[in-house]
Each structure stands twice: as C-alpha cells, then as structure tokens.
C-alpha cells in the first residue's frame, strides 16, 4: 500500500487564469482518488475558501487552507525587506514566460503559505 498522498498547491477558479474548477469538483475529485486531505491555495486571496470548507467537509476530505502570494520589496530600490502585493509588472521585457501564456515576474517571486493550526 503506498502512503497518502496529499496536493499541497491547488489554484481554484477564484484564481483568475490560473485555475477553473470551482472547489466542489476538486474536493469531489480528491475523494474520488481516494485522498484525505487536500489544500486550496488560490492566487492572493482565500476567495474560495468557505466552499472549499463546506465542500471538504461534505465529502469527510480535511481541508487545508492557504495562499499563492507574490513578494516585493518596501523600498522602491528594492531593500532587503518583503511584502506581499497583488500588483503586476507593466514591463514586458522584464517578464519571463511561464506555463499557460501567462507571465511570470522575476521581480516579484512567489510564496505558497498554509494556515496551520
């Protein structure tokens, strides 16, 4: 029997151009495959978080809470300090192609956090 296997980083449809499925059809198809637990981890927000609650805890799936978040620095030369923003670069030959056709923005990396507790 191989151990359980739980997916850390899932996007929603709550994370515009980067997920579709709305958090029902993922919790159902989590349960489906047999796993106990799954994480929602939409892009700079926790938009579909109460029915991705409501949806876990109707299919007895436990849910794992958290963000995709982009990090910038404080200062406008860049310091060594770092927040989270939801803004995006208008500097195209900055920006590196990622999967999908959207843009990643080497000046802003991202984060995965979970809520723990």
Do not use: N, Q, W
């Amino acid at each position: 029997m191989t151990p359980p296997f739980t997916h850390l980083h899932v996007a929603s449809g709550y994370s515009m151009r980067y997920g579709v499925s709305h958090p029902h059809t993922l919790v159902e198809r989590a349960a489906e495959e047999g796993m106990d637990a799954l994480a929602l981890t939409d892009r700079d927000g926790v938009y579909g978080a109460v029915a991705f609650v409501k949806a876990c805890t109707k299919a007895g799936v436990r849910p794992i809470l958290g963000a995709d978040l982009a990090l910038t620095s404080d200062e406008p030369g860049g310091g060594s300090g770092t927040r989270t923003a939801g803004r995006r670069s208008t500097d195209a030959s900055r920006k590196t192609p990622a999967r999908g056709g959207a843009f990643v923005d080497p000046r802003h990396p991202r984060v995965t956090v979970l809520a723990r507790g």
